[in-house]
C-alpha cells in the first residue's frame, strides 16, 4: 500500500525533497509490515526494488560455502538495503529477516528515477549510503580472517602495560643477573673494603636490604601484571583457535555433503546406465 508523506519526512535520503515532491513521491512508494521473525527475502530470490527501514531493525546476512551464518549488516531507522537487486536486476545475495516487529518503505527502479529527477542531490546521498555500507563490509572481511593474538594484544594494550611487559622481559634476562651481581659486588665492596672510601651503609648492609626489598617488591608487581596480560593473551588465543575448529568443522561438514551428493549422481548415473544397457540388450535379443 502507498505510504505516508510523514514517513519519508523521517528519512534522511528525502531531505533533498521539497514538501511537494515528498506528496507525490509518497502516492508512488510502497509500505511493508513485518512482524519480529518474519523473512522479507532470501538469498538467490528475484529481486527489483530496495527497503529502507522506518521503524524496527532488519537483520542482513548470507551463508557461506561452510554453511556457516554471517550477519552482514543489522538495518536500523534510516538505513537502505537490498539496494543491489535494483541496481543490476539480480538475484538476492543475502537474506534479510525483521529481528523485530519493523516498518518498511519499499522502492523501485520507477521509484528511484522519479526521486533522482526530482531532486539530483539525493543520488549523491545513495551514493554515499552505498560506500559506507561497502566499507562495513570489508572491515567484516578483514575481521573474518584468521587473527593473530600478539597483534591484537598489541594493539589494545597501553603504554604503562607495554613498560610492564618489558621489564618483565627484561628482570629474567642474564643481562639483569649479571647487573645484579655486579651491583651486589660494588656495594658490600666499598662498604666492606678498605678502599679509602666512606662505608656509607656498612655491615649488615640494612639500606642495601632496604632497597633490595622494595626492587622486589615492585618486580614482582611488574611481573603479576605482564602474567595477567599473558593470561588474556592465551584466552584469545583460545577463542580464537574455537573459531578454526568450528570453521573447520564446518568446512568438513561441507564436503562431506558434496561427497554424498557426487555419489548420489553418480549411482543414478549408473542406475541409468544399467537401464540403458538392459533396454540394448533386450532390443537385439532374437
Not at 508523506?5 to 509490515?33: Q, S, V
Amino acid at each position: 500500500m502507498p505510504c505516508k508523506i510523514e514517513a519519508l519526512e523521517r528519512i534522511g535520503i528525502f531531505g533533498h525533497l521539497t514538501d511537494d515532491d515528498r506528496a507525490e513521491l509518497a502516492k508512488t512508494i510502497d509500505e511493508r509490515r513485518l512482524t519480529a521473525g518474519e523473512t522479507l527475502f532470501r538469498a538467490g530470490d528475484p529481486g527489483e526494488s530496495l527497503y529502507i527501514v522506518c521503524e524496527g531493525d532488519m537483520e542482513i546476512s548470507i551463508r557461506d560455502h561452510a554453511g556457516q551464518k554471517i550477519v552482514l549488516n543489522n538495518a536500523h531507522a534510516g538505513e537502505i538495503f537490498g539496494e543491489l537487486a535494483l541496481l543490476d536486476r539480480g538475484a538476492r545475495t543475502a537474506s534479510a529477516v525483521a529481528a523485530t516487529d519493523a516498518q518498511l518503505l519499499e522502492l523501485d527502479r520507477d521509484d528511484l528515477l522519479l526521486m533522482f529527477q526530482r531532486a539530483p542531490d539525493a543520488a549523491l546521498h545513495f551514493l554515499a549510503v552505498m560506500g559506507h555500507m561497502t566499507r562495513k563490509a570489508d572491515k567484516l572481511l578483514e575481521s573474518r580472517v584468521s587473527r593473530n593474538v600478539n597483534e591484537e594484544m598489541a594493539e589494545e594494550s597501553t603504554t604503562f602495560e607495554r613498560i610492564a611487559d618489558w621489564i618483565a622481559w627484561f628482570s629474567g634476562s642474564m643481562i639483569f643477573l649479571a647487573l645484579n651481581l655486579l651491583w651486589f659486588v660494588v656495594w658490600i665492596g666499598v662498604n666492606t673494603l678498605p678502599l679509602g672510601l666512606e662505608h656509607f651503609d656498612p655491615f649488615p648492609f640494612g639500606l642495601l636490604t632496604m632497597i633490595v626489598s622494595l626492587e622486589a617488591i615492585f618486580l614482582s608487581c611488574f611481573v603479576l601484571i605482564s602474567q595477567n596480560r599473558q593470561a588474556d593473551k592465551d584466552r584469545l588465543r583460545s577463542d580464537i583457535e574455537y573459531e578454526v575448529n568450528v570453521k573447520a568443522e564446518l568446512e568438513v561438514a561441507h564436503l562431506h555433503e558434496k561427497t554424498d551428493q557426487i555419489f548420489t549422481e553418480m549411482q543414478q548415473r549408473l542406475d541409468r546406465l544399467e537401464a540403458l544397457l538392459a533396454a540394448a540388450s533386450k532390443a537385439r535379443a532374437p
